[in-house]
């Protein structure tokens, strides 16, 4: 946190009052640096993790700028675009905008594919001043002529290092050329490869840099342990440790989709309250799957990674990897689903004898070891093998003679 006031950032009143009734009291770091770097006209480049207020720290300038502009969008344009990976980032950043600009009578449009484009079109043709939008179904309504993006002043692509994971780079790049080159962009990020910094230096006009990513890659107040364990066994050991009523709100990550409609099938066949969400699901179907989960109703969300980030539920008591995901980064988002807003959380790894390299990489990255709270880790195995080893007989000096099985003893002659 920091020593600074959502007022002494310079954000006006009508804001501030929003903020209040959302009992936003203090920004985090981000949003200490880059609302003023935003007000001020500034093109900005955000590095840091998920969870840390990245939202509020482009949303709130850019809801004050617009209405600071006293221009209304003409039909089929967009004054403010914001660009997100997943649809459900996407409805979460626009709740979210919509929420910080109830003061400002603005008008917001979320676009993203996965639902009939009809509400979409209608919204558009009004005129939109806020659309927050996934790339592939905005593309698709640029071409049918629904929306053009020549009008657009404020452009932000967020958790821009997702964009190339799911393979949107192209489609962001084609966006970004049908923008006015006069324009106000940001980019966040929760990492800096070298293809994002390639898009920075094509999007981004001399911004300024804020990096608040920490020196330690996972929370401190996440308690992070592996369970050894193997494949075939995986499931029955998720139904022993959920029978732990101190696991309340549950995210079990898989590495399919077939695999998590499987899983949550399977836990429902046990009594538990449980859903699915993945990209074969409809938007209906995973917005559902969400509010339920939101609301208490489910208590288990099984997930691919597409809920990596930008779930934003506060209190997940538990994040379950059944299956170990390949890249390491991907682990970070995962476990950062839970120990939000200040509480802690518990993340579970299930480590079966194929995944232990990709857990070998996992401790690299973050630092720290995993706390073993069961089954075996090898480590253990080889110090078995070791101690075997030594209390073998020694191969050297005379061995003692032993008697053939199929000769008779001779006799000795008097």
Known sequence: MTNLSFPALGLAEPILRALA?????????????????????????????????????????????????QVQAGPHTVRALVLAPTRELAMQIHDSLRGYGRNL????????????????????????????????????LVQQKHVRLDAVALFVIDEADRMFDMGF?????????????ARQSMLFSATMPGDVAHLVSEALRDPVRIDISPKQITTERIDQRVHFVAAQDKRV????????????????????????????????????????IHGNRSQNARQ???????????????????????????????????????EPESYVHRIGRTARAGNGGVAIAFCDPAERASLRAIEKLTQQSLTVIGGDNGRAAESRREAAHKQRPSNRGPRPLRRSRNRPATKKVA
């Not at 780079?169 to 080159?181: G, Y």
């Not at 597409?306 to 994040?319: K, L, P």
């Open 21 to 69: 009734a959302e009992h936003y009291n203090e920004p985090t770091p981000i949003q200490a640096k880059a609302i003023p770097a935003i007000l001020a006209g500034c093109d900005v480049l955000g590095i840091a993790q998920t969870g840390t207020g990245k939202t509020a720290a482009f949303g709130l300038p850019l809801l004050q700028l617009l209405a600071a502009g």
């Open 105 to 140: 009578h603005l008008r917001h449009a979320v676009i993203l594919g996965g639902v009939n484009q009809k509400r979409q079109v209608d919204a558009l043709r009004r005129g939109v001043d806020v659309v927050v939008a996934t790339p592939g179904r905005l593309i698709d």
């Open 169 to 181: 780079i192209r489609d962001v790049r084609r966006i970004t050329a049908q923008l006015p080159r």
């Open 237 to 276: 050991l998720l139904l022993e440790l959920l029978r732990d009523e101190a696991m309340k709100r549950v995210i079990v990550f898989t590495r399919t989709k077939h695999g998590a409609d499987k899983v949550a099938e399977i836990l429902r066949k046990a009594g538990h309250r449980a859903d699915a």
């Open 288 to 326: 559902r799957a969400l509010e339920t989960f939101r609301s208490g109703r489910t208590r288990i969300l099984v997930a691919t990674d597409i809920a990596s980030r930008g779930i934003d539920i506060d209190d997940v008591s538990h994040v379950v990897n059944l299956d170990i995901p390949g």
